[in-house]
């Protein structure tokens, strides 16, 4: 996916005050956060990481369709899924080298996610919340009963190492690198998606599609696109959990994991990039702490959930604060006039 | 001739239909009366089913206690569900804001919040494996009728919800509170004009859904001999399905579509693995939605 959605790189009149965020959050991933670990020395912190740098991903590749393009999508994991098990399949079988494997899944689960994006994309609201739960429970059935292609509720080893030009990567540290690399750039991508012309058009979908449709937007297109978009990024989260865990179970993408990503991007706010970001790593991160409590991830999730409605609508970084802070720091794609007043997005 | 073999699977739909009809109704009335999908709804089932197996191991009591007692149960649940997961977000009374998008996903969000709650409290209290249900209870001896041989069970599920049923058309068409839920689910304005107290229209609404749900969720529980916190998802979510055939807010469309699904599933069993019977219902959904996105029996909608 990555080289088919490059963003234009036209030259951005970029100010030093653009630069000072990007590199900040830059320093604390690649950084902080590999010193932080690396002081500590357990195993399981690195695993923690990489499982919260996937749950960023997912919870922005959720952002796409149901924070920006307002579509209620009940059965996100299932995506996530096809995309783990596309990536441990090649790998475990086929014996496919890491590198092939990662677009494979984000082309395999576009291409499933356009397939049943064709008959539904025309149901609006809760129909459409409806026909996504019911697929994403039909693929997780498949991946649950199909036994001789999916090996059941028995899941998928994967053996083989992570590798990238020869060069062993499965070591903690690698493997977080190459994760941290793979998702920061897929934020990038879904940054300039939801947050340039397009973006716009995605959120007049979402405030009122009737009218998005006569002022002359093609509705039934970018509704498809977002889904499969969406789906794509998903497929490679999924890959990435296949291939640094080694293991995947059709337990694993669930109805139950497709309402923690949905939780992720409410509890941030719905259309907030960032928001979805946070969301994830509270809803990661929030049980990891609590540990000692006892078994509280789940329950956890559905307080801090309906707390996060109940007080606070927008979400934690609400989607009007999320826009002009992106405007502020991130402006490279914030179109401005020659007197410098901002117009719009490029 | 038919197979009695088939003859006892259509007994056994018959009657798992008939759970899922308990269950739609819930979702139906409650989506009539605030244009909203309730996704806890599973959750009462299971709430039922837990409460009543409490019952059964402290005391022992005779079955129609157990019944009775889901009941209140089912009752208490609806009304709780109602105060915590749907009135704090009902803050403007007038008709745009009741039936507003904003308002619609705040409560789904809502109900799905307090449904993954309430779940993980049960398995916290009870752990996440199955409860065996004392052998005495098990409403699973055997009656041969000629060649058919069903259980006591098929014939306690049905005729306890076809009870429910009546009396829930009882209720709806001849009593005061039938008349307001049909008033509010109408028009929530027109209704709070003519002097119907909205809220506690809705609270019924929700005591009334409860207490199907929850009888739903024992009976089953009982039959089948086993209850476990994750019991309420799966007939939830037919049961979501056979609102969504029958056109959301038809009650006699949700059960004819409940039962439907109910026979057509037992019929699947006998060709495919169990694993994939569940395929039926989803199947099902899909087909609607694409080629009768008003439902088969829905009045005349403007969008879907």
């Known amino acids: ?346 | 001739m038919i197979d009695p073999y088939y003859l006892q699977q259509l007994v056994i739909g018959l009657s798992l239909g008939m759970t899922y009809a308990l269950m739609a109704i819930g979702f139906t009335l409650i989506f009539g009366v605030l244009n909203v999908v309730n996704f806890a709804h599973g959750e009462v089932y299971t709430i039922g089913a837990f409460a009543s197996l409490v019952l059964i191991t402290a005391v022992a009591p005779p079955f129609v206690a157990v019944v009775v007692f889901a009941l209140a149960i089912g009752a208490l649940a609806g009304f709780s569900l109602e105060r915590i997961a749907f009135k704090p977000f009902r803050r403007f009374t007038d008709e745009a804001s009741l039936k507003s998008r904003a308002m619609r996903e705040a409560t789904l969000l809502s109900s799905l919040a307090v449904s993954i709650i309430a779940r993980e409290a049960i398995e916290l209290l009870f752990g996440s494996q199955q409860q065996a249900v004392p052998f005495e209870y098990l409403i699973n001896q055997p009656i041969h009728l000629g060649p058919v041989i069903i259980v006591t069970g098929d014939l306690i599920i049905f005729g306890i919800s076809a009870l429910m049923l009546i009396g829930l058309q009882f209720l709806l068409t001849r009593t005061h509170v039938g008349l307001s839920i049909r008033a509010v689910s109408n028009n929530p304005l027109g209704a709070r004009y003519v002097g119907i107290n909205v809220d506690r229209t809705i609270i019924m609404t929700f005591v009334i859904g409860g207490m199907m749900g929850a009888a739903a969720g024992i009976l089953v529980g009982l039959y089948y001999g086993v209850i476990f916190p994750a019991m309420g998802f799966i007939p939830g979510v037919k049961a979501f399905v056979a609102m969504v055939m029958g056109g959301l807010s038809s009650i006699p469309g949700a059960v004819i579509c409940a039962i439907i699904l109910g026979l057509s599933e037992s019929v699947a069993v006998t060709f495919i693995s169990s694993g994939w019977a569940d395929m039926v219902a989803y199947g099902f959904l899909i087909v609607t939605l694409i080629f009768f996105p008003q439902g088969l029996f829905g009045a005349r909608r403007e969008r879907v």
């Open chain 1, 1 to 346: 996916m990555s080289d088919l959605a490059n963003p234009p790189t036209a030259a951005p009149p970029s100010t030093l005050r653009n630069l000072v965020l990007p590199i900040l959050i830059a320093i604390v991933i690649f950084a902080v956060v590999p010193a932080v670990l690396t002081s500590f020395g357990r195993g399981y912190f690195w695993q923690i990481a990489n499982i919260a740098l996937i749950f960023v991903l997912l919870a922005a590749s959720l952002h796409v369709v149901t924070g920006v393009a307002g579509l209620l999508h009940l059965g996100h994991a299932a995506f996530y899924g096809v995309g783990a098990y596309t990536a441990g399949l090649l790998a475990s079988e086929q014996g496919m080298p890491f590198l092939v494997t990662i677009p494979a899944a984000a082309i395999v689960t576009a291409a499933i996610a356009f397939l049943v994006a064709l008959p539904t994309m025309r149901l609006v609201s809760i129909y459409f919340a409806v026909a996504t739960l019911a697929i994403g429970q039909m693929i997780y059935l498949v991946l649950l009963n199909w036994v001789s292609f999916t090996h059941g509720p028995n899941g998928v080893l994967i053996f083989s190492g992570l590798e990238v030009f020869g060069i062993d990567l499965s070591s903690p540290i690698a493997t977080y690198f190459l994760v941290a690399v793979i998702v920061s750039a897929s934020i990038v991508l879904i940054h300039r998606i939801s947050h340039s012309y397009y973006g716009n058009a995605l959120r007049s979908l979402r405030e009122d599609d009737q009218c998005a449709d006569a002022m002359g937007v093609r509705t039934a297109r970018l509704k498809m696109e977002a889904f499969v978009i969406s789906a794509a990024f998903a497929g490679i989260a999924g890959a990435l959990w296949a291939h640094t865990t080694g293991y995947i179970s059709p337990s694993d993408f669930d109805f139950a994991e497709s309402i923690l990503i949905l939780a992720m991007v409410v509890v941030g706010g719905l259309g907030s990039l960032p928001g979805a970001v946070i969301g994830a790593l509270l809803l990661i991160l929030l049980p990891e702490v609590l540990r000692d409590v006892g078994d509280v991830r789940n329950i956890m999730v559905g307080i801090v959930m309906f707390l996060s409605i109940l007080l606070l609508p927008k979400g934690l970084f609400g989607e009007v604060s999320a826009l002009s802070m992106i405007r502020r720091q991130f402006g490279d794609a914030w179109r401005r006039d020659e007197n410098g007043k901002g117009i719009g997005w490029r």
